[in-house]
């Protein structure tokens, strides 16, 4: 491992416990500032006002912001992040619930997409300039460009409303048989694979185009080997990492679009859990899943940088 490549860990790390310090900030401050008290929500709207002075004291959301934020980020940093005032239930264990299922949604959404977009750039770099390359490379850029939300309202008025061919709400529990988990799962997933698609095909047919145009693939040729070999044992090997990189670097922007994707089909994940937190005013419950979503975005941004430098060679030199 070059010392560059240990020098960037290094500073990408660095950058990351930073932006998850700021984002701890921008979780609590946005809690406090929702029109609501802690105290009201608990109590209800009719609760007598001194009541709610005497919880508010009890649960020490009288004192100070600074003071309130330094004592949760204290207890978030041991993995306490509270309590639900609505469900009643430790915030970390509702969120591992609801993340479980999120992360079930996003590799599902990569396991469908990720092959086919491959596939479909290594095809139109073989047959680059033909009908299948111009109208891949159209499809790519048309399911780039549309959000997720555009995405999902469309599937749900065509294949759920429409053709009936998947449920419109994914109501999926952990008894549910693995076929129908599946099924119920697609439509969904759909929308999230719809600009990995985009991204994917495109970087994979130029890289494969790069491949095919080298000087180790005409030394092959010249040697007398098979297309299909070539294309196997020096096409791919060199065409695949580029992809990889920029799957790892797309991994944050999957999981941004969860939160839209999950409250629009009511799937019990992370983002709905957020969503129902944000209605009923659960504020540990809301600061914790918007604390969540951040630090995996955040995860997942540093896990596509290391890949990319990692299967970048030209990254990892010195620059003078």
């Not at 899943?289 to 951040?294: A, E, K, R």
Request: proline residues 6%.
């Amino acid at each position: 491992m070059s010392l560059p490549f240990i020098r960037f860990v290094g500073t990408r790390l660095f950058s990351t416990a930073v932006t998850l310090l700021l984002l701890t900030l921008f979780a609590f401050v946005g809690g406090q500032l929702l029109p609501g008290n802690v105290g009201r929500a608990i109590l209800g709207p009719l609760a007598d006002p001194r009541a709610i002075a005497t919880l508010n004291h009890q649960l020490g959301a009288d004192r100070p912001i600074s003071v309130q934020y330094l004592d949760w980020l204290n207890r978030a940093l041991h993995g306490d992040l509270g309590t639900s005032l609505v469900l009643n239930r430790p915030v970390a264990s509702l969120l591992f619930s609801a993340l479980a299922r999120s992360l079930e949604l996003a590799a599902f959404a990569c396991a469908m997409v990720v092959p086919i977009s491959i596939v479909v750039g290594i095809v139109a770099a073989l047959r680059a300039g033909r009908v299948f390359d111009w109208a891949s490379n159209l499809i790519g850029i048309a399911l780039s460009v549309v959000p997720e939300f555009v995405w999902s309202i469309v599937l749900i008025l065509t294949l759920g409303i429409w053709l009936h061919w998947f449920p419109i709400f994914a109501d999926i529990s952990p008894d549910t048989p693995f076929a129908t988990r599946l099924h119920q799962l697609t439509l969904p997933a759909l929308p999230l694979g719809f600009g990995l698609f985009g991204y994917l095909s495109r970087v994979t047919r130029t890289s494969t185009l790069q491949a095919l145009q080298s000087h180790y693939t005409r030394t092959a040729v010249l040697k007398g080997l098979s297309w299909p070999a070539i294309i196997c044992r020096h096409v791919l090997r060199n065409a695949l990492p580029p992809a990889i990189t920029v799957l790892g670097s797309q991994l944050g922007y999957l999981i941004g679009g969860l939160v839209t994707v999950e409250a629009l089909f009511r799937y019990p994940g992370v983002g709905s859990l957020i969503l129902q937190a944000a209605k009923t005013r659960d504020f540990p419950l809301l600061q914790g899943g918007v604390l969540v979503i951040g630090a995996l975005y955040a995860i997942g941004s540093l896990l596509g940088d290391l890949i990319a430098r990692r299967f970048d060679p030209h990254l990892n030199t010195e620059t003078r």
